[in-house]
């Protein structure tokens, strides 16, 4: 079992489209967007790579969404907690080191109506990235999902939602509800959702 590899710490950025046909202020129609694996609502100018894991969604303005999901060893701890604590660090850390500007980093949580050792926690960020300043929210998830042969296995989800800095309070609406409406359509005995990564 190994973990995809997301565009999280890449931030490869799409060519900036220029919306046209709407009126000043006006949020451009949502289209329906069939994939391979993946259906989506989104203005018309938005475009997807995707896979059975993951799916990347980039827009105007360098907007993107990129969400994935893995099964990988869990990270060492004396508990289920410590596992936690030192899984939900070394992601920060890995931020850190990609030169990532850390803020609103929440605690580690226990969504509503997920599993009991299912937990989350959420931070915003800015970052340089081709010559402009990124900013956006991540949500890193992760729970134990099997045991194989003494070795314990977690799930784990991660979500970004980005653009260029100046433009994100006002694509942020649209990128919460591009999530907002993913349904993972492929083949598969695994169906993903926030509450349930693969």
């Given amino acids: 079992m190994t973990a995809r590899r997301t565009t999280l710490l890449g931030l490869s950025v799409a ?26 609502n989104a203005p018309a100018t938005f475009t997807s790579s995707e896979g059975s894991t993951g799916i990347t969604i980039t827009g105007p303005n360098g907007a993107t969404l990129d969400t994935g999901f893995a099964t990988t060893i869990c990270t060492a701890g004396a508990n289920w907690n410590a596992s936690f604590t030192n899984y939900f660090a070394a992601k920060r850390q890995q931020l850190r080191q990609a030169h990532y500007t850390l803020s609103n980093v929440s605690a580690i949580t226990h969504p509503t109506g997920t599993p009991q050792k299912y937990r989350r926690q959420t931070m915003t960020f800015t970052v340089a990235s081709g010559g402009l300043t990124k900013k956006g929210e991540i949500t890193f998830d992760y729970t134990p999902s099997d045991t194989v042969g003494g070795v314990n296995y977690c799930a784990t989800r991660s979500l970004v939602i980005y653009s260029n800095q100046s433009k994100f309070a006002t694509l942020r609406p649209t990128l919460v509800n591009i999530n907002s409406s993913l349904v993972y359509t492929g083949p598969g005995p695994c169906t993903p959702a926030p509450s349930t990564p693969c």
Avoid: C
């Avoid at 060519?15 to 949502?30: H, I, M």
């Fill in 15 to 40: 060519a900036v489209l220029v919306l046209v046909g709407s009126p000043a202020g006006a949020a451009p129609p949502e289209v329906h967007h069939d994939g391979t694996f993946w259906d989506w």
